[in-house]
């Protein structure tokens, strides 16, 4: 990622979120923002640029530095009726809420058997790939995945980026929403009014005819770039965006891999016990007699995040993809 | 010249304006060098009457309330009570120092605060019973399910209270706590963020002694638990926790000052736990019998009865009905927790999101025809 952007028409992944957070907060007087750094400073990723200046110190409101307070206070808040979305400054630092998240924000509607619905979005900036130092570039959607009351979503795409944030902001159950970092700059047009399918539906994001890339957030664009390539050696890939982890779309993904019999599952988080895993084991109950070859699954290696000169190693890049579908026992290649 | 050479030029006039000067005064922050105590005192005579029959009455149902939960554990009728036997004055005073509109915040120990809000006695064991996590409505009684983590509440006062005031309603929290909760990171942030905030909420700290076995001494090297107010920058007040009124007094000034924008205090009671940690505890390994004796002289129940009879203030009508509620009680926990409770297994998945998940629905379904294939098995068997 080249640090000096050529200007270019379209708005970026970040100018997406803070629009999103604005008309959010222009509709609805509930939605208040909190967190490190989101007022005049507008975030360490500038997605809450603006808003104190529009809405004032109370809606968009720089708290102390202190995570589990920041998301207690939001339990609290949205207890009273508000709308709370919370920043947190990187998806390392989401650490020190997990308790305030595991144990009341995912249960507080089954712990008060539905009267307490707690309508908070985390925005957690999330994923490698950006040189960061340590702690500033986990892949943390395992944690979340396996919290029942949680939904999870990724956006990988500008559209997706407002369209998920908005429905996200209006859902009256608690969301985990990943911000992927390294696609903050990349720009696209968008319509802010044009529809994006909602929550809980995976988009095919290139058809192909031999086997299909499973993945979300930050690894659709390597995968995307994967297809290209791969269609120079004969296999023409199909690519699927989950764009929500939880509620998982398992309606698509069983059609798509009926339909080729040959799966792929991509992220950049560590593989053991994580999404792929999941992922695999249900397209495989599912899907046994459609399959030709197992679920394989590509991510990141089984280690703490590496030193920002060594990630590339660890990322899921092209070639492990190509590998990969290299290996799907394609009896036509020996 | 690096970063730490500048610390020792703070004479310098003008460098790091404000940084090096209070930003509050702490001496009105400070605790009292010895607890808050109304009975046997002068002010006794002072409180109003009305409100000491009242705390008396539900002192006295309260403490009956506590044995009978006890033995209801011992009958398997709760799966666990956490006992507050000793601390009723806390629970009661907590209680009564609030407003209808104001919220209260429990821990798993404050069940007897939460019956004395109003919540129907039976509701407030649900938890405790295991039929679900709560049984009342916390929006109609206005206070939260009770908090099996510690300290993990005491945040959610403060953004309950944060947005009451930013909506312009005269509404303030109140946070129950213990003394091992104050060893947790989310009681650091919530006193924190309340004084940032100037958030309208109140934290009573029941100091009871141990944490499960582990005794104050090993919690806190503080001077009181009510010191560590000054840190954060708002009041901390120390309370004889065994005196009903003096507890009550304390808080209601606290509670007043929050709804009138003065802002957080953090309140220490002093009390002591008279029985274990809950049913499944043995509080013979951690403390002695000696200890417990002379607590014992100091129960609430009896402080109580002994100073308002003293100031002529208890009469026989109202100890009598003090006792038949007090009994009335009991005998309705006992008979309605004489059977088991119906429960529905397809609740399990009613309340995870607002809609179901694709995935819960699959789940439901799977749990549905288990259900089913029970009672085609019962009924054959019956046939």
């Known amino acids: 990622m080249s640090a000096v952007a050529p200007a270019r028409a379209g708005s970026t992944m970040a100018q997406a979120l803070n629009a999103a957070l604005r008309d959010a907060m222009r509709e609805d007087r509930s939605v208040h923002v909190l967190g490190e750094d989101v007022g005049p400073l507008g975030g360490v990723f500038r997605i809450t640029d603006g808003l104190t200046a529009e ?14 307070g920041i998301l207690g206070t939001a339990v609290g808040m949205a207890m009273y009726g508000l709308r709370p979305v919370v920043e947190m400054q990187f998806d390392a630092f ?11 924000v995912a249960k507080m509607r089954n712990r008060t058997v539905g009267r307490l619905p707690l309508p908070i979005t985390v925005r957690i900036p999330y994923g490698g790939g950006i040189g960061g130092v340590e702690h500033h570039s986990d892949s943390s959607e395992a944690y979340y995945t396996h919290t029942p ?30 911000e992927p970092k390294r696609l903050y700059w990349g720009r696209a047009e968008f319509d802010p009014v044009a529809p994006v399918e909602p929550i809980g539906r995976a988009v095919l994001r290139r058809t192909g005819t031999s086997a299909v890339l499973i993945t979300y957030g930050p690894s659709l664009p390597v995968c995307l770039e994967a297809a290209e390539a791969a269609a120079a050696e004969g296999w023409d890939l199909a690519v699927l965006d989950l764009r929500s982890l939880v509620p998982f779309d398992d309606e698509t993904v069983c059609r798509v891999v009926r339909s080729l019999g040959r799966a792929v599952v991509v ?12 992922i695999a084991a249900r397209v495989t109950e599912r899907c046994f007699h459609h399959l030709a070859a197992p679920v394989l699954r590509v991510t990141g290696l089984d280690i703490p995040y590496p030193p920002p000169m060594l990630e590339h190693h660890h990322l899921p890049g092209v070639d492990r993809i190509l590998d990969a579908v290299a290996r799907l026992q394609w009896e036509d290649r020996g | 010249m690096t ?66 939960a006890t033995v209801l554990t011992k009958q398997g009728r709760l799966a666990v009570y956490p006992a507050s036997t000793g601390q009723e004055a806390c629970q009661v005073a907590a209680a009564m120092a609030l407003g209808a509109g104001d919220w209260l915040f429990p821990s798993y120990r404050d069940t007897l605060a939460v019956v004395s809000r109003g919540v129907d006695p039976l509701e407030a064991l649900t938890l405790l019973r295991g039929n679900a996590h709560t049984g009342y409505d916390p ?9 099996t983590p510690l300290a993990t509440q005491a945040p959610h006062a403060v953004g309950l209270a944060h947005a009451a005031r930013l909506a312009g309603d005269p509404v303030v929290a109140l946070a129950l706590l213990g003394d091992g909760g104050t060893s947790e990171g989310d009681f650091h942030e919530a006193l924190n963020f309340a004084a940032v ?12 002694g141990y944490a499960i076995s582990v005794p104050l001494t090993r919690q806190s090297a503080a001077p009181s638990l009510a010191h560590k107010a000054v840190g954060y920058g708002m009041p901390g007040r120390l309370v004889d926790g065994n005196d009903a009124p003096a507890v009550h007094a304390v808080l209601t000034e606290a509670v007043e000052r929050a709804r009138a924008g003065g802002g957080p205090t953090l309140v220490e009671a002093l009390t002591y736990r008279l029985e274990a940690h809950t049913n499944a505890d043995d509080a013979t390994r951690y403390r002695e019998d000696e200890e417990v004796t002379a607590w014992r002289e100091h129960d609430p129940v009896l402080l109580m009865e002994r100073h308002l009879r003293a100031a002529g203030l208890l009469d026989d009508e109202l100890v009598r009905q003090a006792a038949e509620e007090a009994e009335a009680l009991a005998a309705r926990m006992r008979a309605e927790f004489h059977t088991d409770a119906e429960l529905d297994p397809m609740s ?6 607002a809609e179901p998940t694709p995935q819960l629905r699959e789940q439901a379904a799977q749990l549905a025809a288990e259900l089913a294939a029970e009672r085609a098995a019962e009924a054959g068997v019956r046939q």
């Open chain 2, 197 to 208: 905030l100037q958030a309208p909420v109140v934290f009573l700290v029941q100091n009871n």
């Open chain 1, 55 to 68: 809405f004032g110190p109370d809606r968009c409101l720089d708290t102390p530095l202190a995570e589990a």
């Open chain 2, 3 to 68: 970063v730490l050479d500048h610390r020792h030029h703070t004479s310098v006039p003008g460098w790091l304006p404000g940084a090096t000067a209070p930003r509050t005064d702490p001496a009105p922050l400070l605790p009292d060098a010895s607890p808050v105590r109304v009975l046997g005192t002068p002010a006794l005579e002072k409180y109003d009457p009305a409100v000491l029959r009242e705390l008396y009455r539900r002192l006295v149902v309260g403490r009956r309330y506590n044995q009978q």
């Open chain 2, 348 to 353: 399990l998945f009613a309340h995870v999101y």
């Open chain 2, 139 to 147: 929006r109609a009684v206005r206070t939260a399910p009770l908090c």
């Open chain 1, 149 to 178: 009351g949680l939904h999870v979503v990724a956006p990988a795409t500008v559209a997706d980026a407002y369209g998920l944030l908005r429905a996200s902001i209006a859902s009256d159950d608690p969301v985990i929403f990943l």
């Open chain 1, 267 to 278: 992220h950049e988080a560590s593989g053991f016990g994580g999404t792929g895993a999941e």
């Open chain 1, 94 to 104: 989401a650490y020190p809420a997990m308790e305030q998240l595991v144990s009341h």
